[in-house]
């Protein structure tokens, strides 16, 4: 059972277009939600994060936005840069019976070009 | 400096044998993973530990094994059990209240 799902295995963008990754996720009791960016043979580094209180939040170039109703959530970053370019992880935290359990979808290949 | 090791960076392993990848966080972090990725696919959770001598299974866990003896530490161990080792293995450690986690730059698993 997926809880944290990227339907989207890649995206292609123009160089200082916006970039917009979706994530969706089937459990409403997650309490935070990430995105990371992944270069191959590397850890993933951490972007953004929201709370699950809040829809909206901004970091420079890159915006998380929140639906809960949706239960849906989608990264922008804009102007895309070719340094963007990589993997992007949609990630959930859910705090439950003292433990931290940290989720992910299975990732979006961004590719942003001249 | 502060952050997460990971070793060794490359791994080979026989079939059959037991190997164990090394995990040590020098953040202070109670919380600490273990992902498997597969080419092409996201990071599935193996094990997660939120103190020390207490851990839990992720959605993967068959096969492998860990520990939690130190809050520094906390190694992953890849039985002969599990049928398809071959792999890239992420651990990663946050505050127990806190959101971002960091993560290690991983160990290339090889069975041979």
């Known amino acids: 059972d997926q809880q944290v799902k990227q339907n989207s295995p890649s995206l292609s963008v123009q160089e200082g277009r916006i970039s917009i990754l979706n994530c969706d996720y089937t459990n409403s009791m997650f309490d935070y939600f990430l995105w990371y960016k992944k270069y191959p043979a590397e850890g993933p580094t951490f972007l953004i994060s929201i709370s699950s209180i809040k829809d909206k939040n901004e970091d420079g170039r890159f915006t998380v936005f929140l639906n809960k109703s949706a239960k849906h959530l989608s990264l922008h970053i804009v102007p895309s840069q070719p340094g963007d370019s990589a993997v992007y992880f949609c990630?959930?935290?859910?705090?439950?019976?003292?433990?931290?359990?940290?989720?992910f979808g299975a990732g979006t290949r961004l590719a942003v070009h001249p | 400096d502060g952050g997460i090791t990971q070793s060794p960076k490359y791994l080979f392993r026989k079939e059959g044998q037991n190997v164990t990848l090394s995990c040590e966080q020098n953040?202070?972090?109670?919380?600490m993973y273990w992902y498997r990725q597969d080419p092409g696919q996201g990071l599935r959770l193996i094990y997660y530990?939120?103190?020390?001598?207490?851990?839990q299974k992720g959605d993967i866990a068959e096969g492998y094994s860990v520990s939690r003896e130190k809050k520094e530490s906390f190694p992953l161990t890849v039985t002969s059990a599990q049928k398809n080792p071959t792999a890239f293995y992420l651990c990663?450690?946050?505050?127990?209240?806190?959101?971002?986690?960091?993560f290690g730059q991983g160990t290339r698993l090889t069975v041979v």
């Open positions: 953040l202070n972090h109670d919380a």
């Open positions: 990630a959930a935290i859910l705090f439950s019976g003292g433990y931290n359990k940290l989720i």
């Open positions: 530990s939120q103190i020390v001598n207490d851990f």
């Open positions: 990663a450690s946050k505050v127990t209240a806190g959101d971002k986690a960091f």
